[in-house]
């Protein structure tokens, strides 16, 4: 979904900032992580805070852990209802000058966020250093296609319009892209457009899980 070199992204401390509104979106969820070890650390000026999570993940993690106690609070939660996953990863923090966006790897959780074996891209936007804005373009439109496509609950789909009115830099339209996604079209139609027939050497993918007889990676292959 990114594309961009960068050190070490730590991923609790990416959340300081002069952001007034925070959107993540996840499929797992650790509401003991959320809320006792995440959300103190957020500043008490950014209040406007979604929660887009996978609709059985968070079934599962209301079933079998303590109640949440700030959920609908301090911050607003929203099942994502999928015939499939919903598994994206993306932190989107803004204001109205400056804006951070994280996309990765990790879910809501220990693991996900501190642990090891993770990975995050982080985009930093502010009005002396554009060159992150289409990052950003393209997280604001993949967020309004996830509610056209699936109905995002009206109460969290209005706080996430007030974010995203309220930054109005983030009203820009872009040639490019970092930042991809598939709810339209598949992520690989989308690298062969990119590679534009030029010669590829070498394909490097990285992955926790992969289909017994790894058609993907030959699918891959077969196309670049």
Request: charged share 20%; hydrophobic share 40%.
């Amino acid at each position: 979904m990114s594309a961009k070199v960068a050190s070490r992204v730590r991923v609790p401390e990416a959340f300081n900032g002069a952001f007034t509104g925070l959107t993540i979106t996840t499929f797992g969820l650790d509401f003991d992580f959320l809320e006792r070890h995440l959300l103190p650390r957020i500043p008490r000026t950014n209040t406007n805070r979604v929660l887009l999570t996978d609709a059985s993940q968070l079934r599962n993690s209301l079933q079998t852990a303590a109640p949440p106690r700030h959920l609908n609070r301090t911050y607003v939660g929203a099942p994502i209802r999928s015939r499939h996953a919903f598994h994206p990863k993306v932190i989107l923090l803004t204001g109205p000058e400056d804006g951070r966006l994280l996309v990765g790897s990790g879910n809501v959780g220990v693991n996900g966020y501190i642990g090891a074996g993770e990975a995050f891209t982080q985009y930093d936007y502010n009005p002396s250093d554009t060159s992150d804005l289409g990052a950003f373009v393209s997280a604001r439109t993949f967020l309004e296609q996830v509610n056209e496509t699936f109905t995002v609950d009206p109460p969290a789909w209005r706080l996430i319009q007030d974010q995203l009115t309220q930054a109005t830099w983030l009203d820009a339209t872009v040639e490019s892209s970092p930042v991809v996604h598939n709810l339209q079209t598949p992520h690989l139609d989308q690298l062969v457009d990119r590679v534009a027939g030029a010669h590829v050497d070498e394909v490097v993918l990285y992955a926790p899980f992969h289909d017994r007889k790894a058609a993907a990676v030959r699918h891959v292959v077969e196309r670049l």
